[in-house]
């Protein structure tokens, strides 16, 4: 799986737009960026995933740059409650293996 | 909620025993992860089965096994517990892997506590 580059830590003001950027300058044509998040030791939640195209659910938006080397995870309007360490996950599609999650980024709501 | 869930939610235990955790997938769900995540280490994958058969392993030591029953729950046998082993332990379930895309669910945990 291709490995990922996130800042460490960001800081964002309730209400506003979270964004929250990964590098996967390696990724492969059948890889996918996949979004997850883990509040305090809490089990890491599933958010968002894509291929290409840009992705919404109704936790956030993906954005995938056209060369794929990129993506952008956006929470539209940020609570408290979004503070959590957020992992961006490169990885097959149908992959037997488990995820390989490295540090996040940790993200702070400031009210 | 995930739909995952895991017993115990806390176990404390001495060094040298032997401990079980348990997992119950979400309903439909095939593949089942287990997830070692410890202060120093991170979140690790150990180890996978998918429909009672292992499917792919990670950085799992020899003294923890694991298996998937017929009724897809699985559990995860800890033996020889050192401090070392003291972490949380979270197990994920997935539809099917193969088919496009296998997004993982993830369970509340499990808390480790070696004395």
């Known amino acids: 799986d291709a490995k990922t580059t996130q800042p460490t830590s960001m800081d964002c003001a309730e209400g506003r737009a979270a964004n929250l950027p990964c590098n996967h300058s390696t990724i492969s044509g059948n890889e996918y960026v996949y979004w997850y998040r883990q509040i305090h030791s809490q089990g890491p939640q599933y958010i968002i995933h894509?291929?290409?195209n840009n992705e919404t659910n109704e936790m956030a938006s993906l954005i995938i740059t056209e060369d794929r080397k990129s993506s952008t995870l956006i929470l539209p309007h940020a609570t408290l409650r979004d503070t959590a360490v957020y992992y961006c996950i490169v990885r097959v599609g149908g992959g037997a293996d488990g995820l390989t999650f490295g540090k996040g980024t940790h993200l702070i709501i400031q009210p | 909620d995930s739909g995952v869930t895991q017993t115990p939610k806390h176990l404390i235990t001495a060094t040298g025993q032997r401990v079980t955790l348990r997992c119950s997938p979400r309903s439909g769900d095939l593949s089942v992860y287990w997830y070692q995540q410890s202060l120093d280490q991170g979140l690790q994958f150990l180890i996978q089965?998918?429909?009672?058969?292992?499917?792919a392993k990670g950085n799992i030591l020899e003294r923890f096994s694991a298996q998937q029953f017929p009724d897809l729950h699985s559990e995860l046998n800890l033996s020889s517990l050192e401090l070392g082993d003291s972490a949380l332990y979270f197990c994920a379930s997935s539809a099917s892997p193969g088919l496009g895309t296998d997004t993982q669910y993830f369970g509340p945990g499990t808390r480790l506590t070696v004395l």
């Open positions: 894509g291929l290409k």
């Open positions: 089965y998918y429909n009672g058969e292992e499917r």
